[in-house]
């Protein structure tokens, strides 16, 4: 994952994680999100742009993520599956260096608690 190894734990998790560089290019997508992207090449979308596995008003969204900095998140729903997902920066240095998607799938009930 971009300058580093990922560390085994992230490779492990229930949820799908692809990280893009500023120019939007794939560097890294866990077990899940290869599993996920199968059908699209899983492990060998790493070097192709995360914009080519999205269709055009998700490209958008995706570019104002990137240039606003404010994060993405969102529900869907697809084959009867429900699912959070989180486009945000990552940052190196200080530095933007590019975006984060991780997504998740959602239980149909979800217990919601008011914390003070």
Known sequence: M?????????????????????????LYLNERSAEVNAKDGGKALVGRSLLDCHPPE???KLRKVMMSGRPNIYTIE???VKKMILQCHWRK??????????SFELPEQIPHFLRT
Not at 13 to 22: F, K
Not at 93 to 102: A, F, K, S
Request: a negative charge.
């Open 58 to 60: 998700a490209q958008e």
């Open 2 to 26: 971009v300058d580093e190894k990922p560390v085994e734990w992230l490779e492990r998790l229930p949820c799908s994680v692809t990280v893009c560089d500023r120019n939007y290019t794939i």
């Open 78 to 80: 697809k084959n009867g």
């Open 93 to 102: 240095g200080g530095e933007v260096g590019g975006l984060v998607e991780i």
